[in-house]
Nanobody
Framework: VQLVESGGGLVQPGGSLTLSCTAP????????VSWFRQAPGKEREAVSC????????YYTDSVKDRFTVSRDNAKNTVYLQMNFLKPEDTAVYFC????????????????????WGQGTQVTVST
């Protein structure tokens, strides 16, 4: 499954940004899709997991109540809406899937994923 992220950029603290994840040639609705991020010098960190087929979405504590995942099945796209951005949100953001329908209890473990996008840079700065 090829995943493609887009929507990154430079935004001021407190601002918003929406990232997109598509999968050309594949139907994302049947896959659980997770978002990860990686800041320079740091390990890759899970942000969220959105289950396929309308199943539950999970968020990590660092982004809960600020980030929201949504899907547009007609556009075969998973979105990560990021609000109230902080400088510490600066990172390369990736979407990933392991090909399953629902989020695993271990969704935050990046080793569980077989398919990754190339990443999109998000910079939060004045």
């Amino acid at each position: 499954v090829q995943l493609v992220e887009s929507g990154g950029g430079l935004v001021q603290p407190g601002g918003s940004l929406t990232l997109s994840c598509t999968a050309p040639g594949h139907t994302l609705d049947v896959y659980a899709v997770s978002w990860f991020r990686q800041a320079p010098g740091k390990e890759r960190e899970a942000v969220s997991c959105s289950g396929g087929g309308g199943s539950r979405t999970y968020y990590t504590d660092s982004v809960k109540d600020r980030f929201t995942v949504s899907r547009d099945n007609a556009k075969n796209t998973v979105y990560l809406q990021m609000n109230f951005l902080k400088p510490e949100d600066t990172a390369v953001y990736f979407c990933a899937t392991n090909g399953g329908l629902i989020c695993l209890a271990s969704f935050a473990d990046s080793r569980r994923y077989d398919y990754w996008g190339q990443g999109t840079q998000v910079t939060v700065s004045t």
